[in-house]
């Protein structure tokens, strides 16, 4: 039987990409397929004792035939579909890396890699087709694996003795013939990958284990920020990887592949050596500044560095270079930081370095030159990092170094603290601490540090939304925003806050509220007595001769001078200018209860409040003035009565219920010779006086005469009873 293959019908299960010659793309497989072509295709004829005979070698197809059971034995083992062609295209998108890989992992190159196929595949097939060995007959693993590794062959000529020229396989097939031996070397390949995925597992778990937290004071620090945990995803190149979809999907020359598996192994290598160092250097017996860590109000947050390591080495530097004695309390003050980097700033690096290293010297005297070598590479990236830092002491400083400060001294930018009251800030967040006075201090910081020049009401409704800030600190920033945007600022705020009395107060202290009827009827129980009385000193105009008309805030100005203490009221209603506004404006309002009614003034309460405050002759004369202002300018002056109801009895008829146009018994609390000793005793004259006492004498002499000229005149032209009442003319 003669089995010719065309070349046309070789094939190549991984297809070689046109664009590998374009860009330059020979991965590790083209190379070894190429390799392998100029290896076996130069050879002519090979035959089994004239059974059968070929010219060259599919390599395509010997390739194809040996993936199979492999790609076949990968679908079974993670429980993947290998029925229809897009299931076989799919496994060899996912076997593709892990052969790149095992190629460049078991040889130096891809034209050893073909030599060994040859040698274990042509060869070792050429040799068990010369023993009698033809297409259909098998040959176990071990007897492969026996001839390859001893050169023995006893067991393969067992196995072909048996089957006594029987072929019970395909004998149409001349690929099946070298299917075992491409399986066995394809299976290596994988094997290899997979060995050293887990052998970068272990050592990164083994890694990890060295690497636990520090225990500073309440919280832990990360040992260390440089962290193997990335070398994982190296690892799982080396995995089968069913999220692949088609052949190729990341093209890598053979250097890529050595560069890849050179540098994971550097990296792990150097990694190993880094904790080395750490654990001879005194890390865990060190104690740390009280104020340098602490627990943050997120819990696992701290103000603080990020990772313990990084901040020894930053502080031991900055102690080296100001020339500091060895301590176990590995800290440096605010002026310490900025002096530090300022001499840094003035040394060759090597120096810096050099003297860094003296004090880790001392602080580990024992430890080795290669170690010493390590510290001093990280020693030297770490100093020209630290030479660009900001001198000031900022926010960022303390995730660089173990900082005593108090919260107060650390600067804080105006984008920083804007950031964080709005809620767009994460590094400041985690610096708030727990305890209560010093999150006080930082917010203090934080809030002064705030750029309210540039707050806007919006910007004040994210900030009341956030709630990062406390409002009282906002109250106090209102006073800082200018005048043409504070008012819509302070609209916001109030709208949408519940004002305390520490804010009110804020705000008032401050001068960014003024007091109107509105706020004083919104925040009555809140307010001061100063509050109240500095308010209705306000609302009484200074010019006498022009009231105010105040009647919707009359009940207002009532309750706020029932609050203050007897000193007070007696400082606004003694002030002789005040009078005809008390009189007519205020008091005019109680001249019957319905007006007590309507301004929800407790009758009761305010008897009390006459009695013990404000004085029952000051509130006779002012309850008189309002009638005695009337008289003077407009009933002695009227020549003629429209109604018999505007006339008006002489003084001392008052008292008599039906001589009065008020209820003088309900007001004065009085009836009978009671009620009318209170009209002899303050006469009307005298009551004019004491409304007019501002005024200078001379003046108000003018102004008595023609009063009395003008009452004598009404008597004269109206009688001293009162009038019939009579229809209007």
């Known amino acids: 039987m003669t089995f010719v293959p065309s070349n046309e019908e070789m094939y190549f299960l991984v297809p070689r990409p046109e664009v590998d010659k374009t860009f330059g793309i020979f991965t590790p497989f083209r190379g070894f397929l190429d390799a392998l072509d100029d290896k076996i295709n130069h050879k002519e004829t090979r035959t089994n004792h004239g059974a059968v005979m070929w010219r060259g070698y599919p390599v395509g197809l010997l390739i194809g035939f040996g993936l199979m059971p492999v790609l076949q034995r990968l679908a079974q083992k993670h429980e993947q579909s290998f029925i229809t062609l897009a299931d076989q295209s799919r496994l060899m998108a996912v076997a593709d890396p892990l052969i790149q890989a095992g190629l460049v992992l ?11 196929f040859v040698r274990r595949v042509i060869d070792s097939t050429d040799h068990f087709l010369s023993l009698g060995w033809r297409p259909g007959m098998t040959l176990s693993a071990a007897a492969f694996e026996e001839w390859e590794k001893t050169a023995i062959d006893q067991l393969a000529r067992r196995e072909i003795a048996k089957q006594r020229g029987q072929a019970s396989g395909e004998t149409f097939v001349a690929g099946i013939v070298w299917q075992r031996s491409v399986a066995l070397f394809f299976r290596d390949l994988i094997v290899a990958s997979q060995e050293k995925a887990k052998s970068w597992f272990l050592k990164i778990q083994e890694l990890k284990t060295r690497v636990s937290p520090v225990r500073c004071g309440r919280t832990f620090l990360p040992l260390t920020v440089q962290s193997v945990q990335h070398l994982a995803s190296k690892a799982r190149r080396l995995e089968p990887d069913f999220s692949k979809l088609q052949v190729n999907v990341d093209l890598y020359n053979e250097m890529w592949w050595r560069e890849f598996f ?8 150097h990694h190993d050596l880094w904790l080395q160092a750490l654990e001879a250097l005194p890390l865990r017996s060190c104690r740390i500044a009280r104020s340098a860590v602490e627990e943050g109000e997120m819990g696992d947050s701290v103000r603080g560095p990020s ?26 003050r605010v002026y310490e930081y900025a002096q530090g980097l300022q001499i840094l700033s003035r040394f060759e690096r090597n120096e810096a370095v050099s003297r860094v290293m003296d004090r880790i010297a001392l602080l580990a005297p024992g430890i080795s030159e290669t170690l010493k070598e390590v510290i001093r590479d990280h020693l030297y990236d770490l100093l020209k990092e630290m030479s660009q830092w900001d001198k000031r002491p900022t926010i960022d400083m303390q995730a660089k170094v173990f900082l005593d400060a108090r919260y107060g001294e650390i600067i ?7 950031d964080y009251a709005i809620g767009n800030d994460v590094v400041l967040s985690m610096q708030i601490p727990r305890g209560t006075r010093n999150r006080a201090e930082m917010y203090k910081n934080i809030a002064e540090a705030l750029p309210w020049e540039e707050v806007d009401a919006a910007t004040m409704h994210a900030m009341i939304k956030e709630g990062a800030i406390p409002l009282v600190m906002i109250a106090r920033g209102l006073a800082r925003i200018p005048l043409e945007r504070r008012g819509p600022c302070l609209d916001t705020f109030l709208s949408f806050i519940m004002v305390d009395k520490e804010i009110l107060r ?29 308010w209705i000193a306000r609302l009484i105009p200074k010019n006498s001769k022009s009231l105010e008309d105040v009647r919707g805030q009359v009940h207002l100005v009532l309750k706020a001078l029932m609050r203050l203490p007897l000193q007070d009221v007696h400082e606004l209603l003694d002030n002789p200018r005040n009078r005809q506004w008390w009189a007519q404006e205020v008091f005019g309002e109680l001249y019957d209860k319905q007006g007590f009614d309507h301004l929800d003034i407790s009758l009761p309460v305010w008897r009390t409040f006459v009695l013990e405050v404000m004085g029952e002759d000051r509130w006779i004369r002012f309850m008189l003035t309002g ?18 109801d505007d006339y008006r009895a002489p003084w001392d ?77």
């Open 106 to 116: 078991r040889y130096n190159s891809m034209q050893e890699a073909a030599e060994d």
């Open 262 to 269: 050179s540098g994971t192994e550097r990296i792990l290598h």
């Open 307 to 332: 990772s313990f390591v990084e901040a020894w080495f930053t502080t031991q530097a900055l102690l080296a270079l100001l020339g500091r004695p060895l301590s176990a309390v590995v800290s440096v």
């Open 412 to 418: 804080i930018s105006p984008r920083e603290a804007l």
């Open 506 to 534: 804020t705000l008032i202290d401050d001068r960014t509220l003024t007091l109107t009827g509105n706020l004083v009827e919104r925040f009555l129980d809140f307010l001061s007595a100063n509050d109240l009385k500095n």
């Open 627 to 644: 009638t005695v202002l009337e008289r003077e300018t407009t009933t002695y002056v009227s020549l003629i009565l429209k109604f018999a």
């Open 653 to 729: 008829r008052l008292h008599i219920p039906l001589m009065s146009e008020l209820d003088w018994s309900f007001i004065f609390e009085k009836e009978g010779d009671d009620l009318a000793e209170i009209f002899r005793q303050y006469a009307e004259e005298d009551i004019l006086a004491w409304a007019h006492a501002d005024e200078p004498l001379e003046v108000f002499a003018d102004r008595l005469r023609l009063f009395l000229d003008n009452r004598a005149g009404y008597y004269v032209r109206f009688g001293t009873t009162p009038p019939t009442p009579f229809d209007e003319e």
